[in-house]
């Protein structure tokens, strides 16, 4: 795609513009937002605005023309999210200093309708990611943000290996002298990693320790010479001297065409996740226990009364099974957009119930008749969120009823904006897949996390690997799990571990799930784990597997033992406790596997039966599992995985677990098959989610 280059004229947005250029993209315009004319340094929360005097010739050197604006608003909106999350309100924030980068970037529009897409040289900061992407969001522009969560060492020597020429023209970090201006990576290279073993400093500067101005990289036609430069103090203290250096003169000198099609781009896996895509390919060469035949869904049945329901336990509100009304009998024909619009109608009535909006939703789960159906879908669902959407897992299913969409629905009631964190990376990157819908990856509220159904996407491209792989896609879409946890952490500041309580593996096709069993089993985070592995109908872009997290921060609020009547409980770590058993009786089996924290509500568990047991007394044997005694009253919502002709004994299960005036909201999905970790064909699972 043609794009625009964002200008700092620092290292990250140069060396970003030469990943573009690798993934196939034709720079066409640069854009860089200053001061005002008499103003060196403006204290801006977004942009660098040091070395501004020098910008023009970065532009030149690239060849592209300039577009240049005045910083006139300031951060006004300086939280973690920008705009609203209702759909109404997700404009951009008057008088904020990003909105000074809308109209630049308008700009440029006008001049090149053409351009579509945005490079950005983003490495750490989710603040600067967020408005960015909101701009971009808004003027219909792609993020190219290929720098984002790489490892600042890394990086910083690909950098100098690649050909980058950048000195440094602000310090303002501990360690970093006046005398130190001028200087290039190369030479700064062992200094900045000094002081990160010593005090943590950023490697690349990401924390404000020092700005940088490229003289010279691989896509520069021409090499920027300073001819005249003068340093200044701009404030002196015993912790970390600000200064920067004032560029008076500068030149361009011709130079040769460099080649940078060797330069370094980060591997399609990490070391730690080929273990996994080699456990799918030794399962899949060995050929292992085969599953029994997926059911037929020529028969389905209506295991769950179609009524949607909701329930609130403390903050927490489940809102299930929501699909269009089929109480009036015959259904006349409808839209699929106007499907969609009656079960948001739905939704909303549900929330208004407990004084909700969407903007209070956590965590949907969509479920629709047929894949081709998806983008239509998207673009209605899309309609109802603005910023930091809900965490999401979309999947085609067989539907026994005359609908096309069914969706659940987990929300938080929140006292303070600042409880709810989200990560909706939208960008273009080789961290992990940009949001292919109005989802956010992932959603954190009251320490749980969910994780949006992540396929095992090339994050570059937004592409299934080619030629199709189950091993590759599987890895991927651990992968993809892993590096959003672990941006998740990186955000939020750490002090927190994170462990998945429960996991639902999407699979297109049965016979696959042996050979994702066996990638579950090679990953020491999901020992435990409640998983389960379930065959449908279809996925999103034709992939294979999808893997979906409901996973904990590990942080509990604890009150010390010792503590007195004063005291006030305090976060403290914790890690879950796992425990699984298996009743048999005559031709039935029961198993389950449950999560918990011993100081918090938070659970999750699986039940799977199979065998014509009356579920009154599968009911009877679970409830004498003592583990599982704090699960029953704090049950918040269930998602019911069935074949579809074979949960006749359900709904008695679910009346001898919970009685007859008290049933959590449930869905229930349809499936060609579904196992455990160690166990293939059962009838029926219930995913419960306890708090």
């Known amino acids: ?35 005002e004319t008499g103003k060196e340094e403006l204290d801006s929360y977004l942009y660098q605005t040091v070395g501004q005097d020098a910008i023009e010739f970065v532009a030149q050197a690239l060849g592209v023309p300039l577009y240049r604006r005045v910083i006139s608003g300031a951060a006004v909106e300086q939280g973690s999210e920008y705009g609203g999350r209702n759909a109404k309100d997700a404009g951009g924030v008057l008088g904020d200093e990003t909105e000074d980068l809308l109209a630049l970037l308008e700009s440029v529009k006008a001049d090149h309708p053409d351009v579509e897409g945005v490079s950005v040289g983003a490495i750490l900061s989710n603040y600067q990611r967020v408005r960015v992407e909101h701009v971009c969001r808004r003027l219909s522009l792609t993020p190219l943000c290929y720098l984002w969560q790489r490892d600042q060492a890394e990086l910083l020597s690909e950098m100098i290996d690649a050909g980058m020429e950048a000195v440094l023209i602000k310090v303002a970090g501990i360690g970093l002298k006046p005398k130190h201006l001028g200087k290039t990576l190369k030479e700064m290279q062992p200094t900045l990693i000094k002081l990160n073993e010593l005090y943590g400093s950023h490697i690349c500067g990401e924390g404000g320790e020092y700005e940088t101005l490229t003289v010279d990289c691989p896509m520069f036609k021409s090499r920027i010479k300073l001819t005249e430069v003068e340093p200044v ?78 329930k609130r336990i403390d903050s927490w509100v489940a809102i299930s099974n929501v699909h269009r009304d089929l109480s009036s009998g015959t259904q006349a024909e409808i839209s699929i957009e106007e499907e969609v619009e009656e079960c948001f109608c739905s939704l909303k009535e549900q929330l208004a119930k407990h004084k909700l909006s969407f903007a209070n939703c956590a965590n949907i789960n969509i479920l629709i008749s047929s894949m081709e159906l998806f983008g239509r879908v998207n673009a209605v669902y899309g309609s109802f969120f603005g910023i930091s959407p809900p965490a999401r897992a979309c999947v085609g299913v067989d539907f026994s009823l005359d609908i096309r969409v069914k969706l659940d629905c987990i929300a938080f009631i929140e006292q303070t904006a600042q409880e ?38 090339v994050a570059s491209s937004l592409a299934i690997p080619s030629p199709p792989s189950l091993a590759m896609e599987t890895a991927l879409s651990f992968q993809n799990a892993e590096r959003i946890m ?22 297109a096709q049965p016979s696959d799930i042996t050979h994702v069993q066996a990638a579950s089993q090679s990953f020491e985070n999901e020992a435990g784990v409640p998983t389960l592995f379930v065959a449908v109908k279809s996925l999103p872009k034709g992939a294979l597997v999808e893997k979906q997290i409901l996973a904990h921060t590990g942080r509990c609020t604890v009150l010390d033992d010792d503590a007195d009547e004063y005291d006030e409980p305090a976060l403290q770590l914790r890690v879950p406790v796992t425990d699984k058993g298996i009743i048999s009786e005559k ?98 699972a219930l995913c419960i989610v306890g708090v």
């Open 486 to 507: 672990h941006a998740l952490r990186t955000n939020s500041g750490g002090g927190w571990n994170g462990y998945a309580q429960s996991v639902v593996y999407w699979l």
């Open 587 to 684: 031709d039935t089996l029961i198993h389950w596997e449950f999560s918990h924290f011993e100081d918090s509500g938070a659970a999750c568990a699986i039940l799977c039966v199979r065998g014509e047991l009356d579920g009154r007394t599968v009911a009877t044997k679970l409830k004498a599992v003592s583990v599982l005694h704090r699960l029953w009253g704090r049950t918040l919502s269930i998602r019911l995985f069935h074949l579809p002709s074979r949960a006749a004994s359900f709904a008695r299960l679910s009346e001898g677990l919970y009685g007859p005036n008290d049933q959590p909201p449930l869905t229930s999905i349809s499936c060609r098959s579904v196992s455990t970790r160690d166990t293939d064909n059962w009838d029926y």
């Open 1 to 35: 795609m043609k794009y625009v280059a964002l200008l700092s004229g620092g290292k990250d947005s140069c060396y970003n513009l030469l990943h573009c250029s690798r993934n196939g993209h034709d720079l066409i315009a640069a854009a860089s937002l200053g001061p």
């Open 233 to 310: 103090i701009h404030a002196d203290n015993d912790f970390a001297t600000v200064a920067f250096l004032r560029i008076n003169h500068a030149i361009l000198e011709p130079k040769a065409q460099q080649d940078f099609d060797n330069m370094q781009v980060p591997p399609l896996l990490s070391d730690d996740l080929f273990r996994v895509r080699d456990a799918v390919e030794r399962s899949q060469e060995s050929n292992q226990l085969q599953l029994g035949e997926a059911e037929s869904t020529d028969v389905l049945t209506n295991v769950i009364a179609p009524a949607s329901s909701s």
């Open 420 to 457: 709810r964190q989200s990560l909706h990376v939208q960008g273009l990157s080789y961290w992990a897949p940009a949001n292919i819908g109005p989802y956010s990856q992932a959603i954190t509220v009251d320490e749980r996390i969910f994780i949006s159904g992540q396929i095992g996407m």
